[in-house]
């Protein structure tokens, strides 16, 4: 649970690999997920790693899809484990504007009450800091997106 986490630290370097990666596929016209993991001290929670689980992009007529398949999710969850570390923040792209579609809200990579999924907009041309950006906590068994000022509360992104 991560429902009592009052702020997220995530150091620059993520933040910036995050932003190179889903530019990157975008540019070929794909989405992107890359996962964030980590660890708790207290309220806070400090995001140590980077994860872009192998993936599969598709176009398809009703629109772009990602797809993580479940061996790639074991081999994620056994590193965590290994590693001491936890998942809590899930991040991936949109072509257009950012939001939280059926799919996005049925399958989840982050499914703990607390969790976060960040959608950036435009393939991440502007970045997690452009406008746009959406952000989503799972409370109560479904997303909620959260205000941008919340958001920019909750999020402390490190130089």
């Not at 990157?24 to 872009?52: I, K, P």
Request: aromatic share 10%; proline share 4%; glycine share 10%.
């Amino acid at each position: 649970m991560l429902g009592h986490i009052t702020q997220f630290r995530v150091p620059a370097t993520i933040a910036a690999d995050t932003d190179a990666t889903l530019q990157r596929v975008g540019r070929d016209g794909n989405e992107c997920f890359v996962l964030w993991s980590g660890v708790r001290h207290g309220t806070e929670f400090r995001v140590q790693t980077l994860h872009r689980p192998r993936q599969t992009a598709y176009k398809l007529p009703t629109g772009l899809l990602v797809r993580v398949d479940a061996d790639e999710l074991h081999r994620l969850n056994i590193w965590m484990y290994k590693n001491g570390e936890e998942l809590a923040v899930q991040v991936h792209s949109h072509p257009t504007e950012a939001f939280h579609s059926d799919t996005d809200d049925m399958y989840p990579m982050v499914a703990v009450e607390g969790g976060i999924s960040i959608v950036v907009p435009y393939f991440a041309r502007s970045g997690l800091m452009g406008p746009g950006v959406a952000y989503f906590r799972l409370d109560g068994g479904g997303w909620q997106e959260l205000e941008t000022s919340c958001a920019l509360d909750l999020f402390h992104f490190e130089k």
